[in-house]
């Protein structure tokens, strides 16, 4: 399930139904057995430069943040549905993003909900050996997608 909320209803941001799609692909396999919930908000840039600051000491604004849910397992257990937890995604960090890498902002939209959602599910980066798996994954579900690798740099071979 996902609870969606465009803070930015001025931007474009892509349809609710594409981020239920992505969402869906992020955590088909998370769910263990129960139906996994998800929040994600899309944010300006002063309030991701907020919840930078508030949550990771870092005084910007950022493209994507998650927030996962820490719930004791016996709660969990008793709840028919998993909170994964939520994404704050900045708008237009986002756009400017894909602008400056050349890439579709759809793509990129896409790769930051794939990338939070990774994150909610204890996937990191905070070492070489857990970026390459993280970035595997991202590949492959984006790639599932019909979305090219977010990682290749961009050549005058292949724009």
């Not at 139906?35 to 508030?54: F, K, T």
């Not at 793509?107 to 990774?118: K, P, R």
Request: charged share 25%; with cysteine.
């Amino acid at each position: 399930m996902l609870e969606f909320e465009n803070a930015c209803p001025d931007m474009p941001v892509p349809p609710e139904s594409a981020f239920a799609l992505w969402t869906a692909k992020a955590i088909a396999a998370a769910a263990a057995g129960k139906p996994v919930s998800v929040g994600i908000r899309i944010v300006d840039e002063e309030e991701s430069a907020q919840l930078n600051r508030d949550y990771r000491g870092k005084d910007y604004a950022t493209n994507v943040l998650s927030f996962g849910h820490e719930l004791p397992a016996m709660i969990l257990d008793a709840l028919d549905e998993l909170p994964l937890g939520d994404l704050a995604i900045c708008a237009p960090v986002v756009l400017r993003e894909a602008a400056e890498q050349g890439k579709s902002a759809d793509a990129h939209w896409a790769h930051m909900v794939i990338h939070g959602l990774l994150h909610l599910q204890g996937h990191d980066h905070e070492d070489d050996a857990q970026a390459e798996a993280m970035e595997a994954l991202e590949r492959s579900l984006l790639k599932d997608l019909g979305i090219a690798d977010p990682y290749q740099e961009k050549t005058q071979e292949n724009e």
